[in-house]
């Protein structure tokens, strides 16, 4: 039903836009959330495109380089992902869902996933 795209290889510095897809679900009803899971690690929150505002929370990791979007006519969210570092390695999924601002950190707060897309930052 969702699916991330628009991962690859990056350079360190460098910037790249992941994109959700939806098929059967309207984006824009929801809040959609990026998580990231690197090998060995737990899945994490990324970035939250909130649904009321557009504006998007980020994690204290990310705050000032990641930035969300939509596309309400193409039924879109993008990932905007700048100032890379090798940190950011990981398998990069979307997620639509309801929750409030307060908990859309929390994977378990949305209903829909897709498959992710990896992202690889080389220094």
């Known amino acids: 039903q969702l699916q991330a795209s628009g991962g690859g290889l990056v350079q360190a510095g460098g910037s790249l836009r992941l994109s959700c897809a939806a098929s059967?679900?309207?984006?824009?009803?929801?809040?959609v959330g990026w998580f990231r899971q690197a090998p060995g690690k737990e899945r994490e929150f990324v970035a939250a495109?909130?649904?009321?505002?557009?504006?998007?929370l980020a994690a204290d990791s990310v705050k000032g380089r990641f930035t969300t979007s939509r596309d309400n006519a193409k039924n879109m969210v993008y990932l905007q992902m700048n100032i890379l570092k090798p940190e950011d390695t990981a398998v990069y999924y979307c997620?639509?869902?309801?929750?409030?601002?307060?908990?859309?950190?929390?994977?378990?707060?949305?209903?829909?996933w897709g498959q992710g897309t990896q992202v690889t930052v080389s220094s």
């Open positions: 059967g679900r309207t984006l824009s009803q929801y809040v």
């Open positions: 997620a639509a869902g309801t929750p409030n601002t307060g908990s859309a950190s929390q994977a378990g707060r949305y209903f829909y």
């Open positions: 495109a909130i649904r009321w505002n557009s504006n998007t």
